[in-house]
């Protein structure tokens, strides 16, 4: 019972903690303010940096800005949500590969 096992696989999906998909960048705005700094011709200093989360969802892209104070909690939601993917995918292999030795009956809960 190696850590490819499809149960020992699920096990770690089961045990998995809170994720979100997605990746933060630095964002520098502009404002309406008329003679604001972020509108000077030569060296404008622009508002930010702020914090955005741009994430799909079913197909769609989506943004929100994160506080800088959740941004630590945020991009480890992120990389959980990477370690799932790649757990997702280890799953994947690990039944493509036990199928293929073992047959279409194999039933990994069993081993
Ligand atoms: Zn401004």
């Known amino acids: ?11 770690e999906i089961f045990n998995s903690g809170k994720f979100h998909p997605g990746k933060i960048s630095l ?4 404002c309406n303010k008329p003679n604001c700094a972020c509108k ?30 959740d941004v630590e909690k945020v991009t480890e939601y992120i990389n959980e949500y990477h370690r799932l993917k790649s757990l997702i995918s280890d799953l994947s292999e690990a039944y493509v590969n036990h ?11 069993q081993v």
């Open 40 to 69: 000077d011709k030569l060296t404008p200093k622009k508002h930010g940096p702020y914090y955005q989360l741009s994430y799909s969802l079913k197909g769609k892209s989506r943004t929100r800005f994160v506080k800088p104070e």
């Open 99 to 109: 199928f293929k030795d073992y047959g279409w009956d194999y039933d990994p809960e």
């Open 1 to 11: 019972m190696g850590k490819h096992e499809p149960i020992n696989i699920k096990k």
């Open 27 to 30: 964002q520098y705005t502009v």
